[in-house]
């Protein structure tokens, strides 16, 4: 025979005992905030048990519930009165009004304009000297070996390959 752990036998014990201690010190909820989600109603004390979810719809479909509030709808942006406008607006055209402010927005600033920069030049010249420059020390040692009958066949193609490559970057500093 197994023995029984004191724990196995006072765990449901505790739990049912807290759970009654929070239900005798829960007060009723009220809804301060008509349209937001709520939790479910508090569990009346006298019944002793759970209520079932049958009852619980029940009640809130009893509840009277608040007719929605219509939003009132956006007021249309006001007019400026002739002399808190800017001197600079015509006045047929309507300005936007600032809110929070009870001063008329400041006089904008005149920047001097930027000068023209000329466009950058290309890059490209540049780049392909950095890819040749990089490329023919290789280029040149499979050449020296190819001549030397050093290469495989397929060391021959990457030569090839290479060579085209650095055709496609043009002519390096020597000519070729």
Request: hydrophobic share 30%.
């Amino acid at each position: 025979m197994t023995p029984i752990r004191p724990t196995a036998v006072f765990l449901p014990v505790a739990v049912a005992l807290a759970a009654l201690a929070l239900g005798a010190c829960a007060t009723e909820v009220h809804d301060e905030m008509p349209g937001r989600a709520q939790a479910a109603p508090p569990v009346p004390a006298q019944s002793g048990g759970l209520k079932t979810l049958r009852q619980i719809q029940a009640e809130e479909n009893a509840r009277p519930t608040p007719a929605p509030r219509p939003e009132p709808a956006p007021a249309p942006p006001q007019k400026l009165s002739d002399a808190s406008q800017a001197p600079g607006q015509p006045s047929n055209q309507p300005s936007v009004r600032r809110r929070g402010s009870s001063s008329p927005p400041p006089p904008p600033i005149d920047q001097p304009a930027t000068p023209a920069l000329p466009a950058p030049g290309s890059t490209q010249g540049l780049t392909d000297r950095a890819k040749r420059d990089l490329m023919s020390p290789e280029v040149d040692r499979l050449r020296t070996d190819d001549a030397m009958g050093r290469l495989d066949p397929l060391q021959q193609r990457d030569l090839l390959r290479k060579q085209q490559d650095l055709r496609q970057y043009g002519p390096g500093p020597l000519g070729y």
